[in-house]
Every structure is written in structure tokens, then in C-alpha cells.
């Protein structure tokens, strides 16, 4: 698919009510093509799953099922809009847990029907890669996106709206997964990553140093589950008080870091692209920022985030994408189209 058309074209009129449901945020957004965003709510579930250590799908799905409907009306008011004045619904058809993906997505095809809008289907990642142009600054395609999530870790060369190419991928845990169990295997509450980077800030440098996956070997792919076994190692048998781990904390997380930053540079120099966009929730993890923006200034190039509450799940982004979409030429999904599993490149909006 050939890059995007400005969204901003008088002559393509978009505002898209958003609706994300992935996973434990629900959330709704309304984005205008020449007014920017111009409300978003969301509803975190994390105080609900945390009695479990993780997410619950099935109480995830019913709890998406309460939240929607108050969640768009309280959106529609903060923007002083009636039904009448959205052009679309867009929604995260996948990859995520498929009880909560239904739910949002067959509530979204439910108000497109009653409101007689289309109802476009968005990758998840898609979303996630789109982020950054909610920002005042946002880059033009193309570019280079790392891509670091819960459940991802990846390098795309994003050429524009649609055309992705995955030039690397992690061959086991994603990056956030890894936060997530080392935060578990240190006694820490869910979420566990972000919970992880605050302890980090308490440790000592260089008190332990884990091994920096597959940075002895070429390529882009990522690894790290043995990263996560050298933490563990490295707990077993000591006494755990609350230096140490803070100590195991910083040296995890400086590995992780260090990886992603070195796989950044090749990927820089392999593509020859001077932007750099960085996305999901990994990417709000400030030594991660700053690595990353050390990165940009002894390369040449410039490097965008989102703001930190747009890197997590939001409904922000998925208004974002449809609005492309739409301006693109989709017209809505002829069915539900949710995915739990959905790889980024392959027909990436159900809505075309």
C-alpha cells in the first residue's frame, strides 16, 4: 500500500471515534483530521487483575463489556459531539485475547450500524506504530520503528501507511514479557515492568552485569529468556533485602536497554533511515528514552516518542489509525475480523 495522504486534506473529511480492548485498558478516543485529538478516556484494569499476578482474559472480556458504552458517552461530551458529527469507528480488531477483542469489536460494528458509519478494524500494532504522530512534532514516513511491548519486540521499516517490513523480531520472550517475570521473580507487584524501572533507579551501577543477547553475533533478532535465566541465577541463594534487588533490577534493565539501543544502530545503518519512531509500553522507560536520544545524537538522526500515557494501550492511537485509514479509502469490515493472533504486514486493517 503506497504512503498515506495527508489526513489534514479538507477534501477527505475524518473524525473517527476510537475503541481499543486488546487487553486490560479500555478506552475510547475521538480524532479529528484537522483538529488533532480532541477527547480520550480509558479505564485500567490493573486493580482488578493484580489479586491473580496477571491478567484474568475472562474477567479482562466482561469488565471491557461494563466499561464501553459510559466510556464513548463521556468521550462524545468532552469533545461536544453528537453520533451524527463521527465519520467512522475504528477498532483494534487483534492480536490480543480474543474473548476481549470480540467484545470491542462487536460493539464498535454495533454503533456503526446504528449510526450508520463504518466500522474499520485496526492492528493493534499498527496503532502502536501510528502513536507518534499525535505529537505535536510527529515524523514523516518513512521511517524506523522499534517496537517493544509486553508481547513484542520488533524492528519495522515503515515505508507508510500499510507497508511494513519486519527486519527483526525477538525469537522468545519480548522485552516487556522479560521486565514482567524478572519483576515477578524479585517479589514485585503487577505490572511488574514498570515496577521493575522504579526499583532499578535505587540500585548500584555495575553491581551485577547480565549478558547483552545477541549483540555477539550479526543481525537484528532479539532474544530474552536467557536474560531472564541470569537473572534468576543470579537471585538464587542470596539473601534477598532490598538493595539487592534493586541492584539485580539496574543490571537487568541496563541489559535490556544496552540490546535494544545496539540493535537500533544497526538497524539505522542498514536501512539508511534518519528517524527513529519508538513504540508500546516499553518504550515510556526513561533509560530507554535516554539511550535512545544518545543514539539519535551520535548518529545523525532524530528520534520520537510518543508521550508516556500513549505508549501503553489507548484509544487515542486506534482513532489515529482509522483516520488514515479512512482518509486511505477503507470503508469498514464486512465481518467481526477479530485476530488473537495477527502479524503486522498481513492485511493490516480489516477495513480495506
Known sequence: MSPSPTISDPARPCRV???????????VAIYDAAAGLLAHRLHSQ?????????VVPELASRDHVRRLLPLVRETLAAARLAPAEVDA????????LIGALLVGASFARGLGLAWEKPAIGIHHLEGHLLAP???PDPPDFPFLALLVSGGHTQLVDVAGLGSYRILGESQDDAAGEAFDKTAKLLGLPYPGGAALARLARQGRSGAFV???PMLDR??????FSGLKTAALVALRSRVLDDQIRADVARGFEAAIVATLVEKCRRALALSGHRRLVVAGGVGANESLRE???RLARECGAEVYFPRTEFCT???AMIALAGCLRLAAGARGAVNLGARAIWELGDDATTGV
Open 291 to 293: 539511550g535512545l536520544r
Open 17 to 27: 471515534l476510537g475503541i481499543e480492548s486488546s487487553c486490560d485498558e479500555t478506552a
Open 218 to 223: 550479526p543481525g537484528l533478532e532479539f532474544s
Open 46 to 54: 490493573v486493580a482488578m487483575h493484580q489479586a491473580y499476578g496477571g
Open 133 to 135: 504522530l499525535l505529537e
Open 210 to 212: 547480565f549478558p547483552r
Open 313 to 315: 494501550d489507548n484509544g
Open 89 to 96: 469507528v475504528a477498532y483494534t480488531a487483534g492480536p490480543g
